[in-house]
């Protein structure tokens, strides 16, 4: 072995200590490296453009999309908010419902007994209830404050992002110099191909989600269509999650009604999937089917729901490295041909 390959190794060993004793430091710092890419998306052609140094434009940029976010949100908050009642109000009464169309059938008895309150809050009763209540609250405020860790080392790290890169290179053996920077290099283009493919494709199966769901006549056809669309940041496993709201209040209106919903979230992802986004990284961020899911089952069974909402940048990230470090570094084998 050596002494590149070792120093390669010992950085590799550094960071599975910290995903094993604390996992939640590299993930936020990875989703901070998430929003420094995108944030140096828009700020390097507007210093190219406008002669600004790269940290006023990260802040521009920066301001830019909080006022953007802030003009969205308030624009749509009063028709997203009374459709939220709505649901809220909706959702108990479609559900007893739905209660009531399963029942008297062996898979639908088999099913109310499964969801049964007293299977899912186990034998505890009320202080189990209030334990979660507490838990839940706690996780809460955890969320916010690692919501702020992620926006202020996402706008350190877009802003300067030189020394963080060089401290980084200084780990390495100075051989690793040149392979180092391209594989950076090719990182950064892989995740910033990733978040403009999901940016595009969330924006894409909202719309055709809402049309879909109007078309059809499903109750809160808004804001079923957002919860599905912003939960299309993870992919194939995000809009599922989302769509069963949607799917669950249309069975209540009519039976077929939900199929016809769920075939709508299939054909919504088919188009995304298939066409959309490919179309928009193309081969930057490819990820295959078949692997993203598999890493997302790994990362969300050993880190949870943030292990699961980074799972498809994660992946991306590692083929990269696998490509450059393992495969042309490690192996020592030619990269295919363009």
Known sequence: MTRAQGSVLVLLGLLLVLLWLVPEVPLLT??????????????????????LPEIAAVLVVALLVAGAIGLAGWAAAGPL?????????????????????????????????????GRLLGSGGAETAAQAAAKAAGSTLGSLGNFVLVLLLGLYLAAQPAPYLSGLRSLLDPRLDARVRDTLAEAGHALRGWLLGQAVGMTV???????????????????????????????????????????????????VLGLYVVGLIFLVQTIEGNFITPMVQSR??????????????LTGALFGLLGLALAAPLSALGLVLAKKAYVEGWLEREPPPA
């Open 205 to 255: 199966a909202g719309l055709l989600t809402w049309l879909g769901l109007w078309l059809l006549g499903v109750p809160l056809a808004g804001l079923l269509a957002a919860i599905i669309g912003l939960l299309n940041f993870i992919p194939v496993l995000g809009p599922v999650i989302g769509g069963v709201p949607a799917v669950l209040l249309a069975m209540t209106q009519q039976p």
């Open 284 to 297: 930057t961020a490819d990820l295959p089917p078949a692997l993203l899911l598999v890493v997302q089952v």
């Open 81 to 117: 908010a009374q459709q939220a009642t709505q649901l809220a109000e909706q959702l108990p009464h479609s559900l007893e419902t739905l209660r009531g169309q399963v029942a008297g059938t062996a898979w639908g008895d088999w099913l109310l007994r499964q969801a049964e309150p």
């Open 30 to 51: 990875f989703a901070a490296v998430l929003l420094a890419v995108a944030l140096r998306a828009g700020a390097e052609p507007l210093a190219q453009r406008t002669g």
